[in-house]
Each structure stands twice: as structure tokens, then as C-alpha cells.
């Protein structure tokens, strides 16, 4: 029985070894994730906002890279302005109950999105309404957009966010590991940046 879990689990562990080695080929030819860093570099230098959204697993991921960017990530430093639109259950509670709730996101960009912001939408399946919604209203109101997918993308490609970062699985669990080890990677490398890389 033991030597049956062990097996299954390496299985599991090979597996991701796998998708990492596919993201890291297809990184080393778009360049995906360090363009999506530069959008992000570019709204804080010039005293702009991260705004992310995402449903379920991905809403608390929205939350966790936006805490890692106010707060910190590895050391203290000066706060970095990032929302996570998953965060006030007003909000989405009186949209999706007066409106629907694929405005959810899209309704907040409107109030709080300023020219200039990043948003970062994270989509495991790629088509989620209310993510989609919220790149509509981005596209209309001319903020950068950066969409974290699994390999489904056309749907977010008919919207043309200015990067997507596409994990090639289908599988949300997996999907949802590499989103998370991009998410520190953006975090890491905005706090070298704003920090000038010292504790």
C-alpha cells in the first residue's frame, strides 16, 4: 500500500517537473511573464495601481499577490499600491444581486481603474464571464491588461489583453501551482526593483 503512494506521488511530481519545463521553454521564447513584470513596473513607477481579480482558488490568489505587494514579499519596504477586487463582499454582493455577477469585476475597474493601472486577471479555464467582463471594460477604459490562463485561450485572445501568460494543462490544481509560482516571481521581482534589492 505504501509503495503504491509513493508511485502515485512521484507520478504527481514528474508531472509538475513536466509543466515547469514546458513554461520555462515557452518563457524563453515570448517572454511572457518578464512582459507582463515590465506592465506592472511601468504603472508603479509612474505612481499608478495593480488592480487583480480571478473566481474561487484564483480570488485568493488575486488576494495574495496584492498583500505581497502592499506588504511585503521577503523584507520590509516602501508599500506598493495593488487591489484585489475579490476582497469587498459589498461590492460584488450588491453588483451580482442588482446587476449579474459577470459584472462583478468589470463594475469596480469602473470606479477604481485610472489610466495608467495595471489589472491582472487570473482565469484558470479562460473563460470565466466575469473576467472577461472585467478585460472589456479594461480594453475600453485603456488600462494594461495581464491575463494568467490555463491552455485555453481563445477566448481572452478574441479581447487582446497586452500579455497572456497561458499554463499548457487543463488541470485547475496544476494550473493553479504554476499561477501561484508566477504570481511570487512578479512579487520577488517588483520588490527587488522598488527596493533597490536591499532588506
Known amino acids: 500500500m505504501l509503495l503504491e503512494k509513493v508511485n502515485w506521488f512521484e507520478e504527481k511530481i514528474s508531472l ?15 517572454g511572457s511573464l518578464f512582459k507582463a513584470i515590465e506592465i506592472m513596473e511601468t504603472a508603479l513607477e509612474n505612481g499608478h495601481k495593480i488592480l ?3 473566481n474561487g482558488g484564483s480570488a485568493t490568489q488575486s488576494s495574495h499577490l496584492a498583500a505581497e505587494l502592499v506588504n511585503k514579499f521577503y523584507f520590509k519596504r516602501k508599500a506598493l499600491p495593488a487591489l484585489a477586487l ?6 460584488i454582493t450588491s453588483i451580482a444581486n442588482d446587476s449579474d455577477f459577470r459584472f462583478i469585476f468589470a463594475r469596480q475597474l469602473e470606479a477604481l481603474g485610472q489610466k495608467g493601472d495595471a489589472v491582472v486577471g487570473i482565469t484558470t479555464g479562460g473563460a470565466s464571464a466575469n473576467v472577461l467582463e472585467a478585460f472589456k471594460a ?14 485555453h485561450t481563445a477566448a481572452l485572445e478574441k479581447l487582446g489583453p497586452d500579455v497572456i501568460i497561458a499554463v499548457k494543462s487543463k488541470d485547475t ?8 509560482f508566477i504570481l511570487h516571481t512578479m512579487a520577488e521581482v517588483l520588490e527587488k526593483k522598488f527596493s533597490g534589492g536591499k532588506e
Open 86 to 91: 475579490t476582497s469587498d463582499v459589498a461590492n
Open 173 to 180: 490544481p496544476l494550473i493553479q501551482e504554476v499561477h501561484l
Open 16 to 30: 509538475r517537473r513536466e509543466l515547469f519545463s514546458i513554461f520555462l521553454d515557452e518563457q524563453k521564447q515570448s
Open 52 to 54: 487583480v481579480f480571478g
Open 138 to 151: 479594461a480594453k475600453a477604459m485603456n488600462l494594461d491588461a495581464i491575463a494568467l490562463c490555463g491552455q
